[in-house]
C-alpha cells in the first residue's frame, strides 16, 4: 500500500525495482503457496533494507507451506477448499487513484492480461520430477551461477530452490540442491561450449576496459570519478575445522555475530542517470557501478534504461551483445531471466525484466584475490582474538 499509494516511480531507482519485484513475487507466493518454491521473506528484508523479524519471517514461510493445496477443475491449486475454479490473480481490493504526473498511468492491458491468463507464476500441483533433487557440493570460489553452469542447469532456479540469489558465493563443500527436472528446462546450457577467452579478449563496453584507472575512466565517461574507499563487513564460522563464509540473508543473527570489518583496498564508483546525459557514452544507462583494486577496474555494472531501447527477450539482447563485444554466442548458459557466461578469466552476466535489462563485467582473477585476501587476514584475527595471550590484554588495567 506504501508502494502503490506513494508518488514515487520506482523505475528510477533500482533498489526500489528490486525491492518492489521481490515484495510483489513474495505477496504472491504468500496468496499462493508453492510446495517448492516458500516465500523468501528474510532475502526481501535484506534487499529492501527493512529489519523483519528473522523468527517471524520462518513462522510465516512454515505457515505457508503448510497450507492445503487443493487442486480445483482448471488445475490451479489454492488453499480454500470452498474456493471458486477460477484463481483470481494478485490483490482482491485496490482502492487507488494513480496521478496523472505518474508515467504508469498512460499503461493499457490488453484483454487477456486483465483476465490474468497464461500467468508464468500460476501455482500447480507438485510432481515427481519437481520435487526429486540431486546434491552437489560447491567447489572453493564458487558462486549460485558458476555452480549452475557447470552443472548445465539455470543458475535462477537453483539460486530460488535453495533461497539464495545467482550471485551468491558459496564456501567450498557446501551442499547445493538440483531440482533433476532443472536440466531439461535449460536447453541452451546442453549445448554450450567453453569459452577460453582472457581478461585480454574481454569486452569494451561503453568504452570501459577492465585494468582501466579511475582517471582514464572519468576521460572517457565525460564525467568526474570520485571513488570511495570501501570496507567489507565478511562473516565467517567455524565448521569441523574449517572457516565457511555466512551471508546476512542466510542466518542474520550469525551473520551478526561472527562479522568483522577490513579494508581490502577496494574502491567503488557509482552513477545514476540524471534528467539529460551528460555524455553520448552514457546514453540509454539507467545506473552503472564499478569498483576498484589497487586503481584498477576490475567489476562493471550496467543497468540501461528500457525507455530508451526495448529488446524482446534474453536471448535478443545477448545474441547482440555477443556480436558488437566479440563474445562466443554459444558458450553463453541462458534461461528465461538470467543470462551467464563463463570465460577462463573473465564472467559477464545478464538478467532481463520487464524493467530493463542488466550487464554485469567481472575480472575472476581479481574477485578471487579479493576473496582469498579476506578469508585470510579474517582467520588470522579470529586466531588471535582466541588465543590466553589476547583475553588477558583486554582485561588489562593500567
Known amino acids: 500500500e506504501v508502494f502503490l499509494m506513494s508518488t514515487l516511480n520506482v523505475q528510477r531507482n533500482p533498489k526500489l525495482q528490486d525491492c518492489y519485484n521481490q515484495l510483489v513475487d513474495t505477496i504472491y507466493l504468500i496468496e499462493f503457496p508453492k510446495r517448492q518454491k516458500p516465500p523468501q521473506i528474510a532475502i526481501l528484508s535484506v534487499t529492501c533494507g527493512w529489519n523483519i523479524n528473522a523468527e517471524l519471517a520462518n513462522d510465516i514461510a512454515t505457515l505457508v507451506l503448510r497450507a492445503p493445496l487443493v487442486s480445483t477443475d482448471d488445475g490451479v491449486v489454492t488453499t480454500n477448499v470452498n474456493a471458486p475454479t477460477k484463481l483470481v490473480q494478485g490483490f482482491t481490493e ?221 536471448k535478443e539482447f545477448v545474441s547482440n551483445i555477443s556480436d558488437k563485444l566479440n563474445l562466443p554466442l554459444n558458450s553463453w548458459k541462458i534461461d528465461e531471466a538470467f543470462a551467464f557466461l563463463s570465460c577462463k578469466s573473465f564472467n559477464v552476466g545478464s538478467s532481463f525484466t520487464d524493467l530493463g535489462v542488466d550487464l554485469l563485467l567481472i575480472n575472476n582473477a581479481i574477485s578471487k584475490e579479493i576473496e582469498s585476501d579476506a578469508r585470510e587476514r579474517y582467520i588470522e584475527l579470529d586466531k588471535k582474538e582466541n588465543t590466553a595471550d589476547y583475553e588477558k590484554k583486554k582485561l588489562f588495567k593500567p
Open 94 to 314: 485496490q482502492e487507488f487513484e494513480p496521478s496523472n504526473l505518474d508515467d504508469l498511468t498512460n499503461l493499457e492491458l490488453t484483454q487477456e492480461e486483465k483476465d490474468g491468463r497464461n500467468f508464468p507464476n500460476r501455482a500447480v500441483l507438485p510432481t515427481k520430477t519437481q520435487s526429486a533433487v540431486r546434491v552437489v557440493k560447491a567447489r572453493s570460489g564458487d558462486t549460485v551461477s558458476t555452480l549452475a553452469a557447470r552443472e548445465r542447469v539455470s543458475a535462477v532456479e537453483v539460486a530460488k530452490f535453495n533461497g539464495l540469489l545467482p550471485g551468491s558465493k558459496l564456501a567450498a563443500g557446501r551442499e547445493i540442491k538440483i531440482p533433476i527436472g532443472d536440466r531439461a528446462n535449460s536447453k541452451s546450457a546442453s549445448s554450450a561450449t567453453q569459452c577460453n577467452l582472457t581478461v585480454r579478449n574481454a569486452p569494451t563496453i561503453r568504452g570501459l576496459n577492465l585494468g582501466m584507472s579511475p582517471t582514464t575512466v572519468s576521460r572517457i565517461l565525460g564525467i568526474p570519478v570520485i571513488t570511495e574507499r570501501k570496507k567489507e563487513e565478511i562473516s565467517f564460522k567455524k565448521n569441523d575445522g574449517e572457516y565457511v563464509r555466512i551471508y546476512s540473508f542466510e542466518n542474520k543473527s550469525e551473520y551478526e555475530k561472527n562479522k568483522r570489518e577490513f579494508d581490502l583496498g577496494e574502491e567503488r564508483f557509482t552513477y545514476f542517470k540524471r534528467q539529460n546525459a551528460v555524455s553520448s557514452k552514457l546514453a540509454g544507462i539507467r545506473s552503472i557501478s564499478m569498483k576498484f583494486y589497487k586503481k584498477s577496474l576490475y567489476h562493471v555494472y550496467i543497468s540501461y534504461d528500457p525507455k530508451d531501447i526495448r529488446w524482446g527477450n534474453l
